[in-house]
Nanobody, 123 residues
Framework: QVQLVEYGGGVVQAGGSLKLSCTASGPMRVINNMGWFRQAPGKGREHVATLNWGSVVRTDYRDSVKGRFIVSGNNAEKTVSLQMTNLRLEDTAVYFC???????????????WGQGTQVTVYS
């Protein structure tokens, strides 16, 4: 079973920055997509940013974080990070590290999830 462990998160003033990191363990040969989802209070889980390690590395971002968040990672080590800058109040959420073998699933409904880490942005 693939296991994901997140690091980082915390409380930050609007306009500030935070970095999240995640490490995978288990049968990692099945994983070639990793990234981040989030869930705000009272809302469903949503895609934030993901990496696909195919023939060409592909990144996908939700529109509201483009230009502010950067996803990066290492395929050999199965790690992924999310550098978040210019944070907004609406970025407040629990952030989950995710992983999957399929691109279409990592964008919509990944098989593997971390336990989540809280990010709180205040004004």
């Amino acid at each position: 079973q693939v296991q994901l462990v997140e690091y980082g998160g915390g409380v930050v003033q609007a306009g500030g920055s935070l970095k999240l990191s995640c490490t995978a363990s288990g049968p990692m040969r099945v994983i070639n997509n990793m990234g981040w989802f989030r869930q705000a209070p009272g809302k469903g889980r949503e895609h934030v940013a993901t990496l696909n390690w195919g023939s060409v590395v592909r990144t996908d971002y939700r529109d509201s974080v483009k230009g502010r968040f950067i996803v990066s990672g290492n395929n050999a080590e199965k790690t992924v990070s999310l550098q978040m800058t210019n944070l907004r109040l609406e970025d407040t959420a629990v952030y989950f590290c995710v992983a999957d073998s399929a691109l279409w699933k990592i964008l919509s409904n990944p098989d593997y999830w971390g336990q989540g880490t809280q990010v709180t942005v205040y004004s």
